[in-house]
């Protein structure tokens, strides 16, 4: 029987847990220094903000883990000693939200004594990411913080009681939740972006402009152009305000940091391990080293899947990469497939969704044709990308309108031609059945503007009520 340890209790980590349980009998354990049990990162954000309580976002009941024989161990990883295939531990901190500690299950060896080395035949890096920060002076200061973790949502619950003022650091889909839940305890808010609109690394111009304004209708006063010079001391080694570089100051009790995410892979640098901003993989999630893989946000890919980045850290990617290296481990070798590119999120009340290849500058895709249509009257917006030439349909953005994963998962993967998708538009509209329906007018924009793309008999939809006013 092998000895199975997975260091990180994420959506990667678990996942590989439960998939190698049902597929073998070997000794599995799970370290974690954050909690004792696994949780849903997703849904920290209604935990604070008072729509959830800590035990409604665990998925399993805690009996779960003695069940499957899923050993459960509270502990820092210090050191892996790859060589003699041991991890130096410290015990976790205490638990926290409620939880209850184990004896000889959680942070403690046989006899509840603290652990201090673990052997492994087979290790899963599963670490997870860590916010950046980029060196400002001030940023150690109480009040500072990132939201990655269950850690980060204590300290936020702490440090934002009686707070009247709070900043966010960057936007992107983070920074959007950090205003949120700051606005929802009556926090005036204000966010930072450095770039000329909101998010538009990642949205075209009209996506991020039409956000831009929904954030400013949700009282965040959204200062683009801008960036953190230093973060100001309140004279108790509290945050007392920001400046920027253009040499404004702002007060604020809080400043929340949301640009962005990195591996969390200090502990493994200077090792036998290679590594570069996250842990190396091939195709199977194999490091350079054998019986060592890893899984999650740490990952970067020698060779990414086609159409997808190096390093991709979101939910969904973990969850897939846990289910293919389980197979891996158990004696089928599997490659990491995670099919056509697709994310989802909210920006307040507005639905948002992307698929395949949805660049923000068609400029740098010369090969890319662009449509997109926009609602006069509602905040309902659609983009489609498809090959100039083709009109194979690669990727599209929509905010509004909810569509079906597996119809354009389908439809990007097969190369449907655009002509096709706009004909067939409705069969991906996932809207409750009485909301109203918008692709006739989509098609017969999309016509006017592409003559060149012959739309056949256009599909309606299911149901004649499918077409009412909702």
Not at 46 to 56: D, I, L, P, Q, R
Not at 160 to 174: E, H, N, P, S
Request: proline share 5%; with cysteine; net charge neutral.
């Amino acid at each position: 029987m092998r000895s199975i340890v997975i260091i990180g209790n994420g959506i990667a980590g678990i996942t590989a847990a439960r998939e190698i349980r049902k597929r073998s009998d070997d000794r599995i354990t799970v370290i974690s220094s954050e909690t004792d049990h696994f949780f849903s990162r997703t849904a920290l954000m209604y935990v604070f903000m008072g729509h959830m309580e800590y035990h409604h976002i665990k998925p399993y009941e805690d009996w779960f883990w003695q069940k499957n024989r899923i050993d459960l161990v509270r502990a820092q990883v210090e050191r892996v000693d790859f060589e003699t295939k041991t991890l130096h531990l410290t015990p976790g901190p205490s638990p926290s939200q409620g939880e209850g500690r184990r004896k000889g299950k959680i942070g403690s060896g046989k006899g509840g004594l603290p652990i201090s080395s673990m052997p492994y035949d087979v290790l899963v890096l599963a670490v997870g990411s860590k916010p950046n920060f980029f060196g400002w002076p001030g940023q150690n200061l109480r009040g500072v913080q990132g939201l990655y973790g269950m850690p980060d949502l204590e300290r936020m619950q702490a440090d934002t009681k009686d707070v009247r003022q709070a900043v966010v650091v960057g936007g992107g889909l983070i920074g959007i939740e950090l205003c949120e839940m700051l606005l929802s305890k009556g926090i005036q808010t204000t966010m930072l972006v450095r770039e000329e609109s909101y998010w538009n690394s990642v949205l075209p111009h009209e996506e991020s402009v039409m956000i831009g304004k929904h954030i400013g209708e949700h009282h965040v006063a959204l200062r683009v152009n801008t960036e953190l010079a230093e973060i100001i001391d309140d004279g108790n080694g509290r945050v007392g305000g920001v400046r920027t570089k253009a040499g404004e100051t702002i007060p604020t009790q809080f400043v929340g940091v949301a640009v962005g995410v990195s591996p969390n892979i200090d502990f493994l640098k200077d090792t036998p391990l290679e590594t570069d901003r996250g842990v190396l993989v091939n195709e199977y999630l194999e490091t350079n080293l054998p019986n060592v893989y890893a899984i999650g946000d740490c990952v970067q890919h020698r060779n990414p899947p086609k159409d997808r980045k190096p390093l991709e850290q979101i939910w969904y990617t973990g969850r897939i990469m846990g289910e293919t290296l389980a197979q891996t481990i158990t004696g089928t070798q599997t490659a990491y497939n995670p099919g056509v590119f697709f994310n989802s999120a909210k920006f307040f009340d507005i639905e948002y969704q992307t698929y395949g290849v949805a660049p923000a500058h068609l400029q740098d895709h010369p090969n890319l044709r662009a449509f997109y249509w926009q609602s006069e009257a509602k905040k309902l917006l659609m983009r489609f990308y498809f090959y100039a030439e083709t009109g194979a349909v690669v990727g599209m953005n929509t905010f509004g309108i909810r569509q079906r994963q597996n119809v354009w998962s389908r439809w990007i993967s097969e190369e449907r031609p655009i002509a096709e998708v706009m004909a067939n538009l409705t069969e991906a509209n996932f809207d409750p059945e009485f909301f109203r329906r918008y692709e006739p007018e989509i098609v017969a924009r999309f016509q006017e503007q592409h003559p060149e793309w012959k739309i056949g008999k256009v599909r309606p939809a299911k149901s004649w009520l499918a077409g009412l006013w909702g």
